[in-house]
């Protein structure tokens, strides 16, 4: 019912990525193996262009500066001109007063479809606490599902809010996913690379609460399976065979989704 993946495959989308440095490379790959086309750029006289004939636009401000804000606010309202959905990743926000003021206002000036993060970014991004150390959440208080539906209805977003559990919620409709392995937490760059995803979904499925379920749920898939070959070997394998998963994995493992429908 949610699954997508082979869609995406066969309709190979062209996702532009304004991303942080540590994980661009990471993105490029994972993007190639679900089937998805991936496009890095940057320069302010090229990134409207690029945004226009994208299927989708993602921001992510993991290593932002004030000058690559503003190129992800011009890609932003181009996209939105031309009705190509934009994910946000408000990586870190909450850590520094410029990262949560930068991803305000990215949420101002552009019309976001689907913000993705872990709790304490989704939370912060909303004025609301919620500890974090550096790009990784820490504890918060309160359920994560109404923490999504309360955000989502804030911003007219669709918002996923990542973890142990996955929460996706546009305000009226909310799903949650269980697929995921712990080892997803040991390799830098999986929760971008998640928002890269969610965006080649969304390019071609237009309700996102779907898209984003789907791109969540088959992630985490991927990674189960991948976990069982390597979990023992540790991270590093991990990361290679979790690639490998994304590339195989197809409509029939849908089998394997843990999704909960809980608000339709
Ligand atoms: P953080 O910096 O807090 O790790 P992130 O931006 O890296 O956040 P995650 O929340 O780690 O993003 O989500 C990335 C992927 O890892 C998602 O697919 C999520 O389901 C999965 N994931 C995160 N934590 C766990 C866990 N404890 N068990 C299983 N899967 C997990
Ligand atoms: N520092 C700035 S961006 C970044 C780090 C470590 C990558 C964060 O990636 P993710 O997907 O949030 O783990
Ligand atoms: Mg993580
Ligand atoms: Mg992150």
Not at 118 to 127: C, D, F, L, R, S
């Amino acid at each position: 019912m949610f699954c997508l993946v082979n869609e995406v495959k066969e309709k190979n989308p062209l996702v532009h990525n304004i991303t942080n440095v540590v994980v661009t490379n990471f993105t490029a790959n994972g993007l190639l193996a679900i089937g998805a086309s991936p496009v890095m750029a940057y320069a302010k006289e090229e990134v409207a262009d690029m945004a226009r004939i994208a299927g989708a636009l993602v921001l992510n401000i993991g290593t932002l500066s004030h000058d690559e804000v503003e190129t992800m606010i011009i890609a932003g309202k181009a996209a939105n001109a031309q009705g190509v959905p934009v994910v946000l990743d408000p990586v870190g926000a909450g850590a520094t007063s410029f990262r949560t003021d930068m991803s305000k206002k990215i949420l101002k000036e552009v019309k976001v479809s689907v913000i993705r993060g872990n709790a304490a970014e989704v939370a912060n991004i909303a004025g609301k606490k919620w500890e974090i150390r550096g790009v990784d959440t820490g504890s918060g208080n309160g359920s994560t599902v109404e923490l999504a539906e309360k955000v989502a209805v804030q911003f007219g977003s669709t918002v996923v809010i990542t973890g142990e559990i996955d929460v996706i919620s546009n305000g009226k409709t909310t799903n949650t996913v269980a697929n995921g392995h712990p080892l997803l937490t040991k390799v830098t760059g999986t929760g971008c690379l998640l928002s890269s995803v969610i965006g080649a979904f969304a390019a071609i499925e237009k309700n996102l609460v779907k898209a984003a379920t789907s791109a969540v749920s088959v992630y985490g898939i991927a990674a189960e399976k991948a976990a069982e070959t390597t979990a023992h070997k540790g991270p590093g394998s991990f990361q290679i065979d979790f690639l490998d998963q994304l590339s195989k994995i197809r409509k029939e493992d849908e089998a394997f989704a843990k999704i909960e429908i809980i608000k339709e």
